[in-house]
């Protein structure tokens, strides 16, 4: 079985170690596997390479019969999550091949992709740091106003792309190059140094790039 280099993850929260120089480091631990091949994706059927990995076991009174038969192949029962992730050979995976936390050890470089927090509907000060209008001097309800946005006579209209309020948060965003810090095989468990994208318990992508 070909080692693969993107697995899922669920992120646990964050907390802090002390290293050998007796720094302190902030790390997020990421609850790691076990991922299951469900579906093999092939370049000659699909049209491209990739494998569906399966992450959290799902009761099976819980399962209608379409997932049940999505999942058949691999074995291993019906999975909370499915996600794909490319492969550079499609022949070296099989239904029911699983990977845990082990592929990743101390030093290793991981990209982390996840949705960020939703935050809601935001003004420009919450959400591209304005500092807003004058609190004074004839300002009248306007404070945390992002200002002028027109463009005079020509275009007459606001440029596509200009910042203004709107949904904040609830987006795809991947962080690259995170340091593993520490491993713990046995949990399943692996610390990065620094933040991650997301809320407790949200799915992760990690992907290993050294």
Same mark, same amino acid.
Request: with cysteine; charged share 20%.
């Given at each position: 079985?070909?080692?693969?280099?993107?697995? *899922?993850?669920?992120?646990?929260?964050?907390?802090?170690? +002390?290293?050998? *120089?007796?720094?302190?480091?902030?790390?997020?631990?990421?609850?790691?596997?076990?991922?299951? #091949?469900? @579906?093999?994706?092939?370049?000659?059927?699909?049209? +491209?390479?990739?494998?569906?990995?399966?992450?959290?076991?799902? $009761?099976?009174?819980?399962? $209608?019969?379409?997932?049940? /038969? =999505?999942?058949?192949?691999?074995?291993?029962?019906?999975?909370? =999550?499915?996600?794909?992730? %490319? #492969?550079?050979?499609?022949?070296?995976?099989?239904?029911?091949?699983?990977?845990?936390?082990?592929?990743?050890?101390?030093?290793? *470089?991981?990209?982390?992709?996840?949705?960020?927090?939703?935050?809601? +509907?935001?003004? &420009?000060?919450?959400?591209?740091?304005?500092?807003?209008?004058?609190?004074?001097? /004839?300002? =009248?309800?306007? =404070? !945390?106003?992002?200002?002028?946005?027109?463009?005079?006579?020509?275009?007459? !209209?606001?440029? %596509?792309?200009?910042?203004?309020?709107?949904?904040?948060? $609830?987006?795809?965003?991947? &962080?690259?190059?995170?340091?593993?810090? @520490?491993?713990?095989?046995?949990?399943? *468990?692996?610390?990065?140094?620094?933040?991650?994208?997301?809320?407790?318990?949200?799915? #992760?992508?990690?992907?290993?790039?050294?």
């Amino acid at each position: 079985m070909a080692e693969i280099q993107e697995l *899922l993850a669920k992120k646990v929260g964050m907390t802090q170690l +002390y290293n050998e *120089l007796g720094e302190l480091v902030p790390v997020t631990v990421l609850a790691v596997g076990p991922c299951t #091949v469900v @579906q093999v994706k092939t370049a000659r059927k699909d049209g +491209y390479k990739a494998v569906q990995l399966g992450l959290g076991e799902k $009761n099976m009174a819980r399962a $209608n019969q379409a997932q049940i /038969g =999505h999942c058949k192949a691999a074995g291993k029962g019906v999975f909370y =999550h499915l996600a794909e992730v %490319k #492969v550079e050979d499609d022949g070296a995976y099989k239904p029911g091949d699983v990977f845990t936390a082990d592929m990743f050890s101390i030093g290793n *470089l991981v990209t982390v992709t996840a949705d960020s927090k939703g935050k809601g +509907y935001a003004g &420009v000060m919450k959400r591209y740091g304005f500092r807003g209008q004058p609190a004074s001097h /004839g300002a =009248h309800k306007n =404070h !945390r106003s992002g200002g002028s946005v027109g463009t005079s006579a020509y275009p007459g !209209r606001i440029i %596509k792309g200009k910042k203004m309020p709107g949904q904040m948060g $609830n987006r795809k965003v991947t &962080v690259k190059n995170l340091t593993v810090v @520490q491993v713990q095989s046995e949990q399943g *468990l692996i610390m990065v140094k620094g933040g991650v994208p997301g809320a407790k318990n949200s799915l #992760v992508t990690i992907k290993k790039v050294s």
